[in-house]
């Protein structure tokens, strides 16, 4: 058997007396594209930020393609491969969508410590962030500012961000939060263009994107897993309609 993306075993999280994630273990397979779903509260985010690092599990281990992480930083997972959105705070809003990769993948490369250059002085990454805009669908505005992004545009540009570090997981929470629904749309069909060796874990409400895009679906309720399956088995599956709809 090849080894898991990500795997988690006997996962619990506490805040005081909440027990938010109660004993979860889940495995996800290399390539897999993960979709996470559950009512408000359910645990999702708390999962998310105990598997990449944000928050320490109170028991239980994490590991990705078989190294265990449960006791390494967010920062040194990140190193690892785990990738998620930047906050768009962290985007120079004056500066050209380009220019904002190419600062981006300068980040990660040790030369900035080595000279204060103009970007120009880059080529290379000029045309590796020339495709991280390709494969967000934003190369027409690459030479444009920030501040003219409309608000999905810049999420398609948190994206491209997420992706410059090469990570080999993506974490997405709830990516499709608050764009309108043909923005929805596009950012859905956006992610499903992302490169098919990526594993994906992602969050999401909307059960018409998360059903597209999955191959298996978690449903989290009350912290504990109730049912993982493909996406016709869940969304069949008496329990989850329960929970979401209020009758099976
Ligand atoms: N930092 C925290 N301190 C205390 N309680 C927290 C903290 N973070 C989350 N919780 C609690 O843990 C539970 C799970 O929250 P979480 O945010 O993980 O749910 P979620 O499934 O992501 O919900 P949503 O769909 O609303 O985003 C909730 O009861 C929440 O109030
Ligand atoms: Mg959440």
């Known amino acids: 058997m090849s080894q898991a993306a990500i795997s988690v075993s006997s996962l619990s999280k506490s805040f005081g007396g909440i027990r938010a994630i109660d004993d979860v273990s889940l495995s996800v397979a290399p390539g897999e594209r993960r979709v996470l779903i559950g009512p408000n509260g359910a645990g999702k985010t708390t999962l998310f930020h105990c598997i990449t690092g944000t928050l320490q599990a109170t028991t239980g281990t994490v590991s990705m393609f078989g190294t265990d992480v449960t006791r390494l930083g967010e920062a040194r997972r990140t190193e690892l491969g785990m990738g998620r959105t930047f906050q768009i705070s962290n985007v120079f809003t004056d500066l050209t969508v380009i220019d904002n990769v190419i600062l981006a993948l300068l980040g990660k490369d040790r030369r900035k410590w080595v000279a204060y250059r103009p970007v120009d002085a880059y080529p290379e990454l000029r045309e590796q962030a020339a495709e991280s805009l390709e494969m967000v669908g934003l190369p027409h505005r690459a030479n444009d500012s920030v ?24 974490f997405l929470d709830e990516p499709c939060a608050g764009l309108s629904p043909s923005e929805r749309q596009h950012f859905a069909r956006m992610i499903a263009a992302l490169p098919r060796h990526l594993t994906l874990l992602m969050i999401e409400h909307d ?34 309609r329960e929970v979401y709809f209020g009758h099976a």
């Open 147 to 170: 501040a003219r992004l409309s608000y999905g545009e810049r999420r398609q540009l948190e994206l491209a961000l997420a992706m410059k570090t090469g990570p080999r997981v993506l």
């Open 207 to 240: 059960m018409d994107v998360a059903l597209a895009l999955a191959d298996r679906v978690t449903v989290l309720h009350r912290g504990k897993v109730i049912i993982e399956g493909d996406p016709d088995t869940v969304q069949s599956d008496s329990e989850v």
